[in-house]
């Protein structure tokens, strides 16, 4: 027998297949993880395609959004009709021959297509069905439209963004999205295990709510509100009771993030500009009441040097310090590619490779890859058809003459 260092390993989900019948950004996302670390993942896409195929920046090649080379990896895209009932036949059929199906579309849709969680019990009770909603799946305002912003605003991450004299800031991310996708990934992997360990190997639902994914991030929020009726503010770049945590102007017009919030590091910090006076200040309770003299004492060190000196002597210190990076910085800082952080692909007609991220986190013996970019539009609609469902090249040529699938994008 070959011994386990011989043979190479599987990647962590290899022999799992998933169909994601998602749109935009967050099923999109929990797939492309799944798809990264080895999972077969059959993307449903209409006639038009994933609508993220034409957001933002647009290549001139193929008139495809840059975006979609990366969350679109590893998929095989197949183009059907969904408003017909033979297009949603073709989708349950492969539903029943999967592992995972993750769908986000608005509550009920799915129960209106005859393609609900309960018309699978019986004829694939192993599967793990997953749904990403803005929402969630009951309540009150289970039908309410979310996207990423409004969810973002309502489940109480708005709130505590930016500064108090202007309106609440948003990040220049559709972060709600890519965190419920997040979510939506290790509520899979949770469902995945809880199977393995069920004597009948059940399936289950696994309902992800995109304000749900916000809510989950806001840290003391709530048992401070429990506690006293505390409510915290937005504080522009600082973070409530937690001194000193700032960002910090430089001679050279940039801005430098420096956290000395521990006692230990506050002391060398203060030793370090020139502010040993402020050392009396042992502990954050303390430096949280004289915040403005600390931070104005760092800022004004700060000042006096450009960005690079600041980064040497904090680090020099073993102080946390950081530049503020755009991709431009990223893309050159030699920490990014020592951890891999950058992967190339090739594009059809780019004469040179395009860089997508790669996605963390990172396994020391499986890790994930790209395999391939996004694809075009139905690349894979005969190759599903034929290899997954069985069906003659007559049968596949039958349903894209009667326009029920599509192995192209429409013009």
Known sequence: MASSSSVARKLPLDGLRVVECGHLIAGPFAGMILAYFGAEVIKIEPRTGDQVRDMRLVDKENHTSLWWYSIGRNKRSVSVDLNTSHGRGIVKQLVDKSDVFI?????????????????????????????????????????????????????????VNGFPDR?????????????????????????????????????????????????????????????????????????????????YPTADMKQVVIGANMDGLFAKLMDLIGAPHLK??????????????????????????????????????????????????????????????????????????????????KLS?????????????GADTRWCLESVLGLSAPEIDRLIRDEIVFDGRAP
């Open 103 to 159: 769908e986000n579309f608005r509550p009920g849709k799915m129960e209106a297509w005859a393609l609900g969680p309960d018309e699978f019990k019986s004829s694939n009770p192993e599967l793990i069905y997953t749904r990403v909603s803005g929402y969630g799946q009951t309540g009150p305002y289970k039908a309410k439209p979310g996207f990423a912003s409004v969810c973002e605003a309502f489940g109480g991450f708005r709130y």
């Open 365 to 377: 013996e499986t890790p994930g890859r790209t395999k391939w970019p996004g694809k075009p539009l």
């Open 167 to 247: 309106p609440s800031a948003r990040p220049n991310l559709s972060l709600g999205d890519t965190m419920a996708g997040l979510h939506a990934a290790l509520g899979v992997t949770l469902a995945l295990v809880g199977k393995e360990r069920s004597p009948a190997r059940e399936g289950q639902v696994v309902d992800v709510a995109i304000y749900e994914s916000m809510f989950n991030v806001l840290e003391a929020i709530v048992p401070e509100h429990s506690y006293d009726g505390t409510v915290r503010e937005c504080s522009g770049s600082t973070i409530t009771g937690i001194v000193p945590s700032n960002t």
């Open 280 to 361: 009396v200040h042992k502990t954050n309770v303390e430096r949280v009441a004289h915040v403005e003299d600390i931070d104005t004492a760092i800022g004004k060190w700060t000042s006096t040097m450009p960005l690079h000196e600041i980064l040497a002597k904090l680090d020099d210190a073993r102080i946390p310090v950081g530049p503020i990076n755009s991709i431009a910085e990223m893309s050159v800082d030699p920490h990014f590619a020592a951890r891999g952080m950058f992967e190339a692909v090739a594009i059809p007609g780019h004469d040179r490779s395009l860089r997508i991220p790669a996605v963390s986190p």
